[in-house]
């Protein structure tokens, strides 16, 4: 099984989180034997997925600006989400072809692993195929959002840990009406460090990616 590295950035421009994405996956087209799972946050922003409906944006530029909160087209799938302060992002950069999986595989074992960790802090969470992502009550907790290059996976999921990123109350997330977010905190009324919960997932992750299924 190739090996899966943990790498923490803190609070990273979404940008410059792309740019480092882009040169793991050449590392791995260059003969690296090593896949990749990058925690992080970002600074407040909206980003367009390939799927974004201009219509689910609710505030123009002049409110965005005021509010600083950039907006940003990208290349991963899906519609709008939001990242800012207090969630926890996660990239995953995976060569599929080594790993053996398809792409169904590996979010399966990413969100089973974001589940098996909010149940041990007492939140139950469950996975909706019809509106991908993990929901509390009906309440959306981790988002996700990936694309493919040469079988190589990048972009990844978003959970929000100590607080809901304030964008969400700019944009319908994921072209879902009525779609209510939530956070641990909210759940627990506990606020979390998030490096020291990158690495609690991080074990999670990287036993549930050998495991055999």
């Known amino acids: 099984m190739i090996r899966t590295e943990y790498i923490y950035l803190s609070e990273t421009d979404y940008s410059e989180a792309f740019l480092f994405q882009k040169k793991k996956i050449e590392e791995i087209k260059n003969g690296g034997s090593s896949n990749y799972i990058i925690f992080l946050e970002h600074n407040d922003v909206i980003t367009c997925g390939i799927r974004t409906k201009k219509e689910d944006i609710l505030a123009g530029p002049e409110i965005l600006k005021r509010e600083k ?3 940003i087209e990208t290349d991963r799938g899906g519609s709008l989400t939001a990242h800012g302060p207090g969630q926890l992002v996660v990239y995953t950069i995976f060569d599929l072809k080594k790993c053996g999986f398809s792409v169904s595989d590996l979010i399966k074992r990413i969100t089973d692993s974001f589940a098996l960790w909010l149940k041990k802090k007492g939140v139950t ?4 195929n019809e509106r991908p992502g993990l929901y509390v009550a009906g309440k959306k907790i981790l988002s996700l959002g990936l694309r493919l290059d040469n079988f190589i996976t ?3 999921f978003a959970l929000n840990l100590n607080a809901v990123p304030k964008g969400f109350s700019y944009i319908i997330p ?4 009525n779609c209510s977010m939530t956070s641990v905190y909210l759940e627990t009324s506990v606020k979390y460090d998030i490096r020291e919960v990158s690495f609690e997932l ?3 992750m990287n036993e549930r990616i050998r495991a055999e299924f």
Not at 125 to 128: E, L, Q, S, V
Not at 174 to 177: A, D, F, G, P, V
């Open 69 to 71: 909160i950039q907006l």
């Open 125 to 128: 969470a469950h996975y909706d």
């Open 154 to 156: 990048y972009h990844g």
């Open 174 to 177: 994921c072209s879902i009406r």
């Open 202 to 204: 991080y074990n999670i």
